[in-house]
């Protein structure tokens, strides 16, 4: 196409300018042979590839290949974060990203949640983690966006450090729904070297590490795999040192066993549990299972006291119930604590167990400590409640939303009165270890773990009801959760659950299966050394992750990476 040329005559002179072309007076979209949308699909396809790669390392398991996955996953959105030429445009690419990625992760639990409470989860952890940190780290791209060399290099742990202050946003602010799973750092506890990094910052240090080696392949560069080489063999090089340091000053703790695999719902009838003893025996029952249907009072299966009866006889100090096995409030039907109590004594052994606690209008979900002696020695009352679904309003006050949540929560799920937390508890059978308790949701926040060993506990049972998370992703996350929390606490964990095998784990995150009844020895690490850079300083660190996303977020809305 030729150019035309316009004259202009001003006093003195006579300008001649050249005229623009048709094609260069038309929009970047339209011009012809411009790729815009081309451009535009690839950014598309390489989202939704991240988020997809995403989640299958969520879904690997617990080995090699989910580990590779989770180093390799974040890779794709950062390449399309760093070709996206606005902040609508990054923030589009991490929204995109965010609903394949937590769609992908939660929609299989919608069947076991209710898929209107997995959608609205889904679609407000993409509007966060997705739209909102994709601008943020199309502001940390910036700084590895230059030729020079300490650019490239300082570029790597700045992606890093800002993914790291999205995740714990999204773990801890209510905006984020409070939702602490689906870490891009979760698959690396299959290496026990990096597991130990936990211990420095909780889940968001292996995170730290994941991504720190996909910015180097996203962004390829001498400087950049050099910083990422040596992100990653510290860490191994740190965790390997730490194993061997700990695992020689390994102690015997307390012989703990777990009751899980019963039918928690087959409660003895009342006309049942009052037959005597002699009764049973003359029509030819077990004694030993005579005796377990006799304590049982109406108030737990039979199998469950004849598991802790055989705990008992093996020689067991501590036997651990999961979450609501007492499915009644011990304040409304004191018979149901008389009966736990009077097992515990016949058997002979501490028993934690939850229940729950409290009168209509403020129940609690909650673990009871009762001792050896049959007495009852605490209460470990949930204070962390799952977002939303334990939470709902109150119906007479506010009848529309509630009736707006009862269309997505989960059936099943009420309204529990958050409790407050107690100080541990000393077992009877081993007076010199004190126990204390998470219920359920608890387990899987970082901080609620760390505030209840600071109040006396030596060893945590994590005590949850996953009978509606049976065969879904959910077990497999919240057991890696809790091998976390105990190299976080340097403290031995009792990870008993209703709908998944029971665990017992050690202070390095080893774990060993607990079959109803067994006994197991845990092991514990002396006073001087149970102790971690996580519970001296908390979440300091994410923190200040959180403070630099926020300042990336407001450099990705103003520039472009280069």
Request: glycine share 10%.
């Amino acid at each position: 196409m030729t150019t035309s040329a316009r004259v202009t005559l001003k006093p003195g002179w006579i300008c001649v300018e050249p005229e623009t072309t048709v094609s260069e007076r038309l929009p970047v979209a339209s011009r012809p042979g411009t790729p815009r949308l081309s451009a535009l699909w690839r950014a598309a396809s390489l989202a939704a590839a991240g988020g997809a790669l995403g989640a299958a390392a969520q879904a690997s398991g617990d080995g090699l290949v989910g580990l590779i996955l989770a180093l390799l996953a974040p890779v794709p959105l950062l390449i399309a974060l760093g070709r996206t030429g606005s902040a609508r445009g990054a923030a589009a690419v991490g929204l995109l990203w965010g609903l394949v990625f937590f769609g992908a992760g939660l929609l299989p639990v919608g069947s076991a949640v209710g898929t209107g409470y997995a959608i609205v989860a889904a679609i407000a952890c993409a509007l966060f983690s997705g739209a909102i940190g994709g601008v943020a780290l199309r502001g940390a791209l910036v700084v590895g966006g230059d030729a020079r060399v300490w650019r490239r290099a300082l570029g790597v742990p700045a992606v890093a450090i800002v993914w790291v202050g999205l995740e714990w946003a999204r773990a801890e602010f209510p905006f984020g729904l409070a939702f602490p799973w689906f870490l891009a750092g979760e698959p690396l506890v299959a290496s026990g070297d990096l597991l130990q990094l936990a211990e420095l910052a909780g889940p968001f240090a292996l995170s730290f590490v994941a991504v720190a080696v996909a910015a180097a392949i996203a962004r390829p560069s001498a400087p950049a795999a050099i910083v990422a080489v040596l992100i990653a063999g510290a860490g191994l090089g740190y965790g390997s040192g730490r194993v061997d340091i700990l695992e020689p000053r390994l102690g015997d703790g307390p012989r703990v066993a777990a009751v899980s695999d019963v039918d928690w719902e087959n409660v003895p009838s009342y006309a049942d549990h009052v037959r005597s003893l002699e009764e049973r025996r003359a029509a030819g029952e077990d004694d030993a299972l005579a005796e377990a249907a006799a304590l049982a009072f109406d108030a737990f299966p039979v199998a469950a006291a004849a598991h802790t009866l055989d705990a008992g006889r093996a020689g067991a100090d501590l036997v651990v119930w999961p979450e609501t096995s007492l499915a009644v409030s011990v304040d409304e039907v004191p018979g149901a604590l008389a009966a736990l109590c009077a097992l515990a004594r016949r058997a002979d052994v501490d028993i934690v167990a939850g229940a729950y606690a409290g009168t209509d209008g403020a129940i609690r979900n909650t673990a009871l400590h009762v001792g050896s002696d049959g007495e009852l020695r605490a209460g470990f009352d949930k204070v962390r409640l799952v977002p939303i679904a334990e939470g709902l309003p109150d119906a007479t006050r506010w009848p529309r939303l509630r009736a707006a949540l009862d269309a997505v929560v989960p059936e099943g799920f009420e309204a529990i009165t958050p409790g407050r937390r107690r100080d541990a508890s000393p077992l009877v059978s081993a007076p010199d270890v004190a126990v204390t308790a998470l219920v359920c949701y608890e387990a899987q926040h970082a901080p609620s773990a760390r505030e209840a060993v600071a109040r006396g506990g030596d060893i945590i049972a994590a005590v949850a009801n996953e009978d509606r998370f049976a065969g879904t992703l959910a077990v497999a996350l919240a057991a890696r959760h809790a091998r976390m929390r105990a190299v976080e606490t340097r403290r031995p964990v009792v990870r008993c659950v209703s709908g998944a095998p029971s665990l017992l784990i050690d202070p390095l995150g080893r774990t060993t299966r607990l079959p109803d009844g067994a006994v197991r020895r845990a092991r514990r690490l002396p006073d001087e050394l149970a102790s971690s850079l996580a519970l001296r300083w908390g979440d300091r660190l994410p923190i200040n992750a959180a403070f630099l996303a926020v300042l990336a977020f407001v450099v990705g809305l103003l520039r472009r990476p280069r």
